[in-house]
């Protein structure tokens, strides 16, 4: 009987999803959703055996949603294609899900930059150190957003996993940027829809707290470069967002 269902959402993953699914031989069953796969990561899922899902979703959400339908097993592990499951942590998740107890489960994440682990300085804008990841079907759903969507999940929470999934975020600092390059502009998007919209100005204040943030209270200061420039994007991020999101209403007044 299927137990546990381990969920990949790819975009041209190419390059990662193999080691991905090769540390998620645990679970009882992987579904694989392609989102607009121009590249090779079909293939390597077919190789793989696994439950294929294709399809063309423009918001996270749906997908993700799409994956959780297909799957066969009332327990989910949600993983991204940059993620890795260590056994330690795979023993960790089978013990939780054996307990059958609750409900959803977090799992502590090990950011990566340039294949080291960047503890400290972290804001969920740019990635969370923390996922609800492991979860009951039907307990968590997703936001709107286009980029990190809001989570809701409900029933009984369990303890956070003590062992963290392997994330590699960057390659190197220019991966953190374009990242954050990335994040931004899917971000602007939403922010084009909303409602309210924030001032410049307060964005401005708010970027010298949200830096101090980063680097004293969360410890980017012990990480080097990565943990400076981590804190200036972190900083940055609801003011360029909001700059990029009145050109785009810019260009739209003006077509």
Not at 124 to 153: E, I, M, N, Y
Not at 180 to 207: C, H, I, W, Y
């Amino acid at each position: 009987m299927t137990k546990l269902s381990a969920l990949i959402v790819a975009h041209n993953e190419e390059a990662r999803i193999g080691k991905c699914l090769a540390a998620l031989s645990f679970a009882d069953e992987i579904v694989v959703v392609l989102d607009r796969c121009t590249d090779g990561s079909k293939a390597i899922a077919e190789k793989a055996g696994v439950k294929i899902v294709v399809g063309a979703w423009p918001l996270e959400g749906p997908r993700r949603e799409a994956g959780v339908e297909a799957a066969a097993g009332p327990w989910i592990l949600e993983v991204d294609a940059d993620e890795i499951i260590p056994p330690a942590l795979a023993r960790e998740i089978e013990n939780a899900v054996s307990a059958d107890a609750t409900d959803f489960h977090f799992i502590p994440m090990h950011n990566r930059v340039g294949g080291n682990w960047v503890k400290g300085g972290w804001m969920a804008a740019l990635a969370p150190d923390l996922k609800g990841s492991l979860f009951r079907k039907d307990h968590k759903t997703w936001g709107p957003q286009r980029v990190h969507p809001g989570t809701d999940f409900t029933g009984r929470r369990g303890h956070d996993m003590v062992l963290g999934i392997e994330h590699d975020y960057a390659d190197d600092l220019s991966g953190l940027i374009k990242r954050f390059n990335r994040n931004t502009s899917l971000n602007a998007e939403d922010l084009v829809e909303a409602p309210a919209k924030m001032q410049t100005g307060t964005l401005v204040r708010k970027a010298f707290s949200r830096f101090w943030k980063c680097y004293v209270a969360r410890g980017g200061r012990k990480e080097g470069a990565a943990g400076f420039v981590i804190a200036i994007l972190c900083a940055l991020y609801p003011l360029v967002s909001h700059l990029k999101a009145e050109e785009i209403r810019s260009r739209a007044e003006t077509s």
